[in-house]
């Protein structure tokens, strides 16, 4: 016990020491935590209509004019040609173009139908589907319009309505930042817990310390312990600081049980520390265990379900989505504060966290050889 | 030029010499391309959907199987108790919960007004807007189809082309941008550490009093990155086009053009990185701790630009990776020439002389 209480003087005063890279591990998360949410989006708006008019009578201007002041959709431009509303397109100035054919209005009178042409830059699939979707729906609110106007409502039946009653729980605002922030905040920790701990070992390798430590009798597991309680620490400071920043700067309050998301903290750390040790341990240059961590950080926060749904994902990808603590982390932490789920809800979560520390963390401390 | 020769040979051996980091950087692109290409998309698929039907009647079955039969959700039944909704939502990762009211049909054939109850588990908003519009839209057919026995005069209708993408699937949007991070991060982080890593030993200082010029130290340096990233670049389309089924539609020249472009500039910004850091760990940290999510959010890949608020827009422009994806979609997946993407060329070519000329001012001759 007393050796540990030595070599975790030895490592805080190392890391107390060196100042910039402490200011970076308080600074940066907090920073990306108060402007990143922001950025972070995916309602579909703002979507850019071009209008090729080849009718240009009175019911093509109405059918614009309804359109525009839908609010879905901002008029770009209205072309004379296709080949116009095409160059917009490719400048990335439309999102869609809606094409109305020569004589609309007469011959919507004379041939009872008539078809508008609409094409969508469909890079983006669900914007362009929902985009499409909002026209149609436009349109068939003219055209109902339209008919009710050109046909005496007498000849109609009552018409039967089903009212959809929609209610959005947890988040009835639909707010983004409700969704993202304790994402992002997961993540910030992770990354700080990852990178420190994956570079922290074999830096002593590097600079031949470690041969120091190596040649006394401290045990394995009292050196890794001694590596991992100052991260420990620290990610737990930095989960401190972003859980404020939360509260505060976006006055987002959990729902569930501040402890509860704490004591997950703790042993989710854990593991993403025992991931970094290992690292440590294999690696025989910093440069290497940083492109080891690099790799890694990658898939979890793409395959964290941080920006897009793991529940989209394909059935292989979801497998492997299993084996990513972030996603975990990720996870519970939505489910604590928005939804304000209890230790019963995670406890899944808690058992399968624990389990990779466990693993991981052993087969840390039986790969690292005190002899070279 | 001899001994740039010889400059580069000595760094390319370092390079060289370095399996597992050298795995790495090949790797690296190989598995995100293919993981990214295939698993992300912002689509809601599978997604769990309950339904509560107290109606049991004619038109709630017929909406019902609607919702089964359109293959987008996966559709559960269960029994009625308002009490069970909390549980549902939080227990079985139910999204959705459709519910109909006793005496659904009736309601809608004698008094010809029904109601319909959609509660969305709205902690993912992405989700719930998506699944609401969907069920609601199905809700609409069911009831469209019930009038459409008497044809409806006038009808106005649309056909809609989805151009660059029929099948809407999400690797056109995704493979440029997983393509502009993944060269940005690793060139600015090998860079950065590279040149970091030999202040830390010391053998900078050997290099900074040879009679070399210490500009050239770094040029040196450069080369080996430079050639390894345009690796990286073909391996990339080529699985982009022979796996993923996304050819390059434009000049494969020009976008191996723009991407030597786009691989300078992340060079340059690396390059400004290690003259303000002065240990490998610091500047790992800025260059991944600081830019992995920055990159990510101001390219537009993930989060349209045009739905930020102004300021965090004009900050995207400061962001390398962003003018890089719009170059990318545009030669390889619209197919456009260079006359369409001149702009972002230009900004680009302006970003890495300013981050040179910062960073050569920056650099010191002398370590102190």
């Given at each position: 016990?007393?050796?540990?209480?030595?070599?975790?003087?030895?490592?805080?005063?190392?890391?107390?020491?060196?100042?910039?890279?402490?200011?970076?591990?308080?600074?940066?998360?907090?920073?990306q935590l108060?402007?990143l949410?922001?950025?972070?989006?995916?309602?579909?708006?703002?979507?850019?209509?071009?209008?090729?008019?080849?009718?240009?009578?009175?019911?093509?201007?109405?059918?614009?004019?309804?359109?525009?002041?839908s609010?879905?959709?901002?008029?770009?431009?209205?072309?004379?040609s296709?080949?116009?509303?095409?160059?917009?397109?490719?400048?990335?100035?439309?999102?869609l173009?809606?094409?109305?054919p020569?004589?609309?209005?007469?011959?919507?009178?004379?041939?009872?139908?008539?078809?508008?042409?609409?094409?969508v830059?469909?890079?983006?699939?669900?914007?362009?589907?929902?985009?499409?979707?909002?026209?149609?729906?436009?349109?068939?609110?003219?055209?109902?319009q339209?008919?009710?106007?050109?046909?005496?409502?007498?000849?109609?039946?009552?018409?039967?309505?089903?009212?959809?009653?929609?209610?959005?729980?947890y988040?009835?605002?639909?707010s983004?930042?409700?969704?993202?922030?304790?994402?992002?905040?997961?993540?910030?920790?992770?990354?700080?817990?990852?990178?420190?701990?994956?570079?922290?070992?074999?830096?002593?390798?590097?600079?031949?310390?470690?041969?120091?430590?190596?040649?006394?009798?401290?045990?394995?597991?009292?050196?890794?312990?001694?590596?991992?309680?100052?991260?420990?620490?620290?990610?737990?400071?930095?989960?401190?600081?972003?859980?404020?920043?939360?509260?505060?700067?976006?006055?987002?309050?959990?729902?569930?049980?501040?402890?509860?998301?704490?004591s997950?903290?703790?042993?989710?750390?854990?593991?993403?520390?025992?991931?970094?040790?290992?690292?440590?341990?294999?690696?025989?240059?910093?440069?290497?265990?940083?492109?080891?961590?690099?790799?890694?950080?990658?898939?979890?926060?793409?395959?964290?379900?941080?920006?897009?749904?793991?529940?989209?994902?394909?059935?292989?990808?979801?497998?492997?989505?299993?084996?990513?603590?972030?996603?975990?982390?990720?996870?519970?932490?939505?489910?604590?504060?928005?939804r304000?789920?209890?230790?019963?809800?995670?406890?899944?979560?808690?058992?399968?966290v624990?389990?990779?520390?466990?693993?991981?963390?052993?087969?840390?401390?039986?790969?690292?050889?005190?002899?070279? | 030029?001899?001994?740039?020769?010889?400059?580069?040979?000595?760094?390319?051996?370092h390079?060289l010499?370095?399996?597992?980091?050298?795995?790495?950087?090949?790797?690296?692109?190989?598995?995100?391309?293919?993981?990214?290409?295939?698993?992300l998309?912002?689509?809601?698929r599978?997604?769990?959907?309950?339904?509560?039907?107290?109606?049991?009647?004619?038109?709630?079955?017929?909406i019902?199987?609607?919702?089964?039969a359109?293959?987008?959700?996966?559709?559960?039944?269960?029994?009625?108790?308002?009490?069970?909704?909390?549980?549902?939502?939080r227990?079985?990762?139910?999204?959705?919960?459709?519910?109909?009211?006793?005496?659904?049909?009736?309601?809608l054939?004698?008094?010809?007004?029904?109601?319909?109850q959609?509660?969305?588990?709205?902690?993912?908003?992405?989700?719930?807007?998506?699944?609401?519009?969907?069920?609601?839209a199905?809700?609409?057919?069911?009831?469209?189809?019930?009038?459409?026995?008497?044809?409806?005069?006038?009808?106005?209708?649309?056909?809609?082309?989805?151009?660059?993408?029929?099948?809407?699937?999400g690797?056109?949007?995704?493979?440029?941008?997983?393509?502009?991070?993944?060269?940005?991060?690793?060139?600015?982080?090998?860079?950065?550490?590279?040149?970091?890593?030999?202040?830390e030993?010391?053998?900078m200082?050997?290099?900074?009093?040879?009679?070399?010029?210490?500009i050239l130290?770094?040029?040196?340096?450069?080369?080996?990155?430079?050639?390894?990233?345009?690796?990286?670049?073909?391996?990339?389309?080529?699985?982009?086009?022979?796996?993923?089924?996304?050819?390059?539609?434009?000049?494969?020249?020009?976008?191996?053009?723009?991407?030597?472009?786009?691989?300078?500039?992340?060079?340059?910004?690396?390059?400004?990185?290690?003259?303000?850091?002065?240990?490998?760990?610091?500047?790992?940290?800025?260059?991944?701790?600081?830019?992995l999510?920055?990159?990510?959010?101001?390219?537009?890949f993930?989060?349209?630009?045009?739905?930020?608020?102004i300021?965090?827009?004009v900050?995207?422009?400061?962001?390398?990776?962003?003018?890089?994806?719009?170059?990318?979609?545009?030669?390889?997946?619209?197919?456009?020439?260079?006359?369409s993407?001149?702009?972002?060329?230009?900004?680009?070519?302006?970003m890495?002389?300013?981050?040179?000329?910062?960073?050569?001012?920056?650099?010191?001759?002398?370590l102190?």
């Amino acid at each position: 016990m007393r050796t540990i209480l030595f070599l975790l003087r030895k490592e805080f005063r190392q890391i107390f020491r060196n100042v910039t890279i402490l200011r970076l591990i308080l600074i940066l998360p907090v920073m990306q935590l108060v402007i990143l949410p922001n950025a972070a989006n995916f309602e579909v708006k703002n979507i850019t209509v071009c209008i090729v008019d080849h009718d240009h009578s009175v019911g093509s201007q109405r059918l614009v004019t309804s359109i525009t002041a839908s609010g879905y959709f901002k008029l770009a431009h209205v072309t004379p040609s296709y080949h116009d509303a095409m160059a917009l397109i490719e400048a990335d100035k439309a999102d869609l173009i809606l094409e109305i054919p020569q004589g609309f209005d007469r011959a919507l009178i004379r041939d009872n139908k008539q078809t508008l042409f609409i094409a969508v830059n469909a890079i983006n699939g669900v914007k362009a589907n929902l985009g499409a979707a909002y026209l149609n729906t436009i349109i068939t609110q003219y055209n109902a319009q339209l008919r009710s106007q050109w046909i005496q409502p007498a000849r109609f039946g009552p018409v039967s309505r089903i009212e959809i009653a929609a209610l959005n729980k947890y988040n009835p605002y639909l707010s983004y930042k409700v969704y993202m922030v304790p994402g992002i905040l997961a993540f910030l920790v992770t990354m700080v817990a990852a990178y420190l701990s994956a570079l922290n070992i074999v830096k002593e390798k590097e600079s031949g310390t470690i041969e120091q430590i190596n040649v006394t009798p401290i045990r394995k597991y009292q050196f890794i312990l001694g590596k991992m309680i100052p991260f420990w620490v620290l990610g737990l400071v930095v989960f401190t600081i972003g859980m404020l920043v939360m509260r505060l700067v976006y006055g987002i309050v959990p729902e569930g049980s501040v402890l509860l998301l704490y004591s997950f903290a703790v042993v989710y750390i854990f593991s993403v520390l025992g991931m970094g040790l290992l690292v440590s341990t294999y690696a025989e240059t910093q440069q290497q265990a940083m492109f080891v961590a690099f790799f890694f950080i990658m898939i979890f926060i793409m395959m964290g379900g941080l920006f897009t749904s793991t529940d989209s994902m394909p059935a292989w990808a979801q497998m492997i989505t299993r084996f990513n603590p972030v996603r975990y982390f990720i996870e519970v932490m939505r489910m604590v504060v928005i939804r304000g789920s209890t230790f019963d809800d995670i406890k899944y979560h808690f058992l399968t966290v624990f389990g990779m520390g466990i693993f991981l963390n052993g087969w840390a401390v039986l790969n690292y050889r005190k002899t070279s | 030029m001899n001994q740039l020769l010889s400059f580069v040979r000595k760094e390319f051996l370092h390079v060289l010499r370095d399996r597992k980091t050298l795995l790495i950087l090949f790797g690296l692109p190989i598995v995100q391309i293919l993981l990214f290409g295939f698993a992300l998309t912002n689509e809601v698929r599978n997604a769990n959907i309950a339904i509560i039907d107290d109606a049991h009647d004619v038109a709630s079955r017929k909406i019902i199987g609607m919702v089964s039969a359109s293959g987008s959700f996966r559709v559960r039944e269960v029994q009625g108790g308002h009490a069970s909704i909390e549980e549902l939502f939080r227990n079985s990762g139910v999204k959705l919960i459709v519910l109909f009211p006793a005496n659904f049909n009736n309601d809608l054939m004698h008094t010809q007004h029904a109601r319909v109850q959609i509660i969305a588990d709205a902690s993912d908003p992405n989700t719930a807007s998506t699944l609401t519009t969907y069920v609601s839209a199905i809700i609409a057919d069911y009831q469209k189809s019930t009038v459409q026995s008497t044809a409806l005069p006038f009808a106005i209708n649309t056909q809609v082309r989805m151009l660059y993408n029929p099948q809407l699937k999400g690797a056109p949007n995704f493979v440029p941008g997983v393509m502009a991070l993944v060269l940005m991060l690793v060139c600015v982080m090998m860079t950065s550490i590279a040149i970091v890593r030999e202040k830390e030993l010391g053998t900078m200082e050997i290099l900074l009093v040879s009679p070399f010029r210490p500009i050239l130290v770094i040029v040196a340096k450069v080369v080996p990155y430079l050639l390894l990233s345009l690796v990286n670049v073909a391996t990339i389309l080529v699985l982009s086009t022979y796996v993923l089924d996304l050819p390059v539609q434009g000049s494969v020249l020009l976008l191996f053009g723009v991407s030597t472009i786009f691989i300078l500039t992340s060079l340059a910004l690396g390059l400004l990185i290690s003259t303000i850091t002065n240990s490998q760990q610091s500047a790992m940290l800025f260059s991944m701790m600081g830019m992995l999510l920055p990159t990510i959010m101001f390219s537009g890949f993930m989060f349209p630009i045009e739905n930020m608020p102004i300021p965090l827009q004009v900050i995207s422009n400061v962001v390398p990776a962003r003018w890089y994806y719009t170059i990318v979609k545009a030669v390889m997946i619209k197919g456009l020439g260079i006359t369409s993407i001149w702009r972002e060329l230009l900004v680009l070519v302006g970003m890495t002389v300013v981050l040179v000329v910062i960073s050569v001012r920056k650099f010191k001759v002398r370590l102190a």
